[in-house]
């Protein structure tokens, strides 16, 4: 697919703006930084032309489809960060929220998503991430069945789910990455890889990409340094803790091999690329027009 967004050889490509909220604690704090409509316009200038889609709190899609325009920006695939009951929210109303959002993209003209579930403070992966802690059979039921549920409430707005791997959360590991997808079926469930917080959990992130590239539509690119991950293993490092030590770097300017990561999508991949530095070593504004010129340079590998 060629469009607005994508020269011939190129990636359709967007900004998850996180940069903007991120804490000198390692964390995020969503009511940092600039109002929305002041953010759109900051990611415009950067020279991004999508942005991922979210719809902010007491706004309607009228009012977000015209802060869009207003900004130069057209909508990329949001998230959906799946609370659970030990977040003090049953199922039932996680399920709920699901369907909104879904609807929200669907009305934005979206038809992926990434899915994840929630990361909070005090969660065991938070305080040993990376390492699939305190791993159970019965909590991996009731995850597996959250995602089949929201994946197919999803469908049925029109949207597809993508599994989105992330560090801190109950769907960390390649391990269970593969269970989901591989019991899951594919055309109800997609893959939404992130290159960093799969590297951060040691997995074979080009293998994972090539064994289900024709289940990716969606892909956050962020790079980190490896060096900085495997100190802080060894050191038992939290995951702020390995944040604020300097993990995440723009693209481009870490030790990921993301031309080979992106290489195993294939020539005919036509999906989205979603750049996201969750704690930048730019200050905000400079690190998304870094991300936008390492990401407008890219180009397919050759059939």
Known sequence: MTDFLSTPGGYRFALNPIQWFATAD????????????????????????AVHAQVPAGWTIGEYKSALQDAGLKPAPGYLSM???????????AL????????????LGLTDMFIATRMTKDAPRVKRP???????????????????RASAILNEEGVKAALHPHIGT????????????????ANQL?????????????????????????????????DCRLQVRDAAKAAGKTYQQTV???????????ELDLAGML???????????????????????????????WLSKLRRPAH
């Not at 940092?32 to 991004?48: D, M, N, V, W, Y």
């Not at 995440?248 to 300017?253: D, H, K, L, T």
């Not at 290489?263 to 027009?289: H, M, N, Q, R």
């Open 26 to 49: 390692g964390w995020l704090d969503p009511t940092k930084g600039p109002t929305p409509q002041e953010l759109l316009k900051e990611i415009a200038r950067s020279g991004f032309h």
């Open 83 to 93: 609370a659970l009951p030990e977040h003090g929210v049953e199922i039932e109303a």
């Open 96 to 107: 709920e929220t699901a369907r909104t959002s879904a609807a929200q993209q669907a009305e």
């Open 130 to 148: 990376g390492v699939g802690a305190e791993f159970d059979e019965a909590k991996f039921a009731m995850i597996f069945d959250l995602v089949d």
């Open 170 to 185: 109950w769907i960390e590991t390649e391990t269970e990455t593969r269970r989901l997808l591989d019991n899951i079926s």
């Open 190 to 222: 997609g893959f939404g890889p992130d290159t960093g917080h799969l590297s951060w959990a040691g997995a074979d992130v080009i293998g994972l990409i090539k064994d289900y590239r024709d289940r990716t539509r969606v892909m956050h690119v962020k």
């Open 244 to 254: 604020v030590s300097g993990l995440w770097a723009e693209p481009g300017s870490g």
């Open 263 to 293: 290489a195993a999508l294939g020539s005919d991949f036509d999906g989205w690329l979603i750049a996201e530095v969750d704690f930048p070593t730019l200050p905000p504004f400079e690190c998304a027009k870094a991300s936008a010129e």
